[in-house]
């Protein structure tokens, strides 16, 4: 069975930087895309905060864009967010999302149990 694992979490200072990493754990027929969401409160919508499909585009949420980069490392299935100039409002639950590519055809949708991102003085 395979897991999705999260770290890099934790607590920053508002202009202060983290680093997430996930990793594929165990066997997985082909990765279509890598990338991470977030819930920022209770009983809300996780909301796409960054993704990097197959072909290497990167799509970025409009209130990251400039301040993080995603990047993957396809032969350690890892997938990296490296978060910048955060900001009090960047806290939430940070989950790593990766869409499974079956045969070339069909998709799953994998998740992490997520890790908490803190930014606050």
């Known amino acids: 069975q395979v897991h999705l694992v999260e770290s890099g979490g934790g607590l920053a200072q508002p202009g202060g930087s983290l680093r997430l990493f996930c990793v594929v754990d165990?066997?997985?027929?082909?990765?279509?895309?890598m990338g991470w969401y977030r819930r920022q409160a209770p009983g809300a919508q996780r909301e796409l905060v960054a993704r990097l499909n197959r072909g290497g585009d990167a799509i970025y949420a409009d209130s990251v864009r400039g301040r993080f980069t995603i990047s993957s490392d396809n032969a350690k299935k890892t997938v990296y967010l490296e978060m910048n100039n955060l900001k009090p409002e960047d806290t939430g639950l940070y989950y790593c999302?990766?869409?499974?590519?079956?045969?070339?055809?069909?998709?799953?949708?994998?998740w992490g149990q997520g890790t908490q991102v803190t930014v606050s003085s």
């Open positions: 165990g066997f997985i027929w082909g990765i279509n895309a």
């Open positions: 999302h990766v869409v499974e590519l079956v045969l070339g055809i069909h998709t799953y949708d994998l």
